[in-house]
C-alpha cells in the first residue's frame, strides 16, 4: 500500500514564525503535492512537484514556499505566519501519469496547524 | 475554469436506505474523475477512477458511474461505518505535457447513516 506520511498530526505556532511541514512518500511516485482544506472551501491546491528540484504554483501559493531535494521527501514553508493561514494541510502523492494512465493521488493523514 | 459541484451537501440514510450522491462537472477535456471517501480527522482515501462516459466500478456496498457531465456514486443498502464524506475530484487534460495530474476537487457530501 502507498504511504504518505506528514511529520506532524497538530501544529501550534505563532504569527510570523517560519513554519516547516514535512511529507514524505514511500512508493517512488514523482508527482508530489501541497493542499490546504477549509470547510466551505474544500480543498485547494498550494504547490506542487514532478520532479525533484521542481515545483509549480497551484491555486493559492501566495504566503508558501515549498522544497523537494528528494524524490520522497516535499516540503512546505509557511514564510511568516499568519492567522489566516490557519487550517488542515494535507499532502499528496501520485506517479506519472503520462504513459501509465490517470494514476490517482494519494494522501497523507493531514497537519492540523493554528497560528496564534 | 474547470469546475466540480456535489450535491447534496449532506444525506442522512437510515441503516440499508440506499441513494446516490451526484458529482456534476465542467472540464476542457476529462482524462479521469476520481472519488474519495475522507473520515473525520483524515486524509482522503481513494475510492475509484472513471475515464469514459459509461464506465462502472464497484467496491462492495458502493458504485460509481459516470456520463459527459456528471458522475454518481451510488450506495446500497449502506452500514453505519459507512458514514463519511466522499469528495468528487476530476483530471483535465494537461498542458504543456507535464505530467503533474492536478485535480479539482468539489466540496463534498457528509454522508450520514444511522443504526
Known amino acids: 500500500d502507498v504511504k504518505v506520511t506528514q511529520s506532524s498530526r497538530y501544529l501550534v505556532k505563532r504569527t510570523g514564525e517560519k513554519v516547516f511541514l514535512e511529507c514524505v512518500q514511500d512508493?517512488?511516485?514523482?508527482?508530489m503535492f501541497w493542499y490546504r482544506q477549509d470547510p466551505g472551501l474544500g480543498l485547494r491546491l498550494i504547490y506542487f512537484?514532478?520532479?525533484?528540484?521542481?515545483?509549480e504554483k497551484g491555486d493559492i501559493p501566495e504566503g508558501y514556499s515549498v522544497s523537494r531535494e528528494k524524490k520522497e521527501r516535499f516540503s512546505l514553508i509557511l514564510e511568516s505566519a499568519s492567522t489566516n493561514q490557519t487550517s488542515m494541510y494535507l499532502c499528496a502523492s501520485s506517479s506519472y501519469y503520462g504513459t501509465k494512465g490517470n494514476q490517482p493521488q494519494h494522501f497523507g493523514d493531514g497537519t492540523r496547524l493554528s497560528i496564534l | 475554469e474547470d469546475q466540480v459541484t456535489q450535491s447534496p451537501e449532506a444525506l442522512r440514510l437510515q441503516e440499508g436506505e440506499s441513494s446516490s450522491l451526484n458529482c456534476s462537472y465542467t472540464v476542457s477535456g476529462l482524462r479521469g474523475l476520481f472519488w474519495y471517501r475522507q473520515d473525520p480527522g483524515k486524509g482522503p482515501e481513494f475510492l475509484f477512477t472513471?475515464?469514459?462516459a459509461g464506465e462502472e466500478k464497484e467496491k462492495e456496498r458502493l458504485k460509481a458511474t459516470l456520463t459527459k457531465k456528471e458522475s454518481f456514486l451510488h450506495i446500497t443498502a449502506p452500514k453505519p461505518e459507512d458514514s463519511a464524506t466522499y469528495l468528487c475530484?476530476?483530471?483535465?487534460?494537461?498542458?504543456?505535457?507535464?505530467?503533474?495530474?492536478?485535480?479539482?476537487f468539489g466540496q463534498g457530501t457528509i454522508l450520514t447513516v444511522h443504526p
Open positions: 512508493m517512488d511516485h514523482e508527482n
Open positions: 472513471l475515464y469514459s
Open positions: 512537484s514532478y520532479d525533484v528540484k521542481m515545483k
Open positions: 475530484a476530476v483530471q483535465a487534460g494537461y498542458a504543456g505535457g507535464t505530467s503533474y495530474g492536478k485535480l479539482t
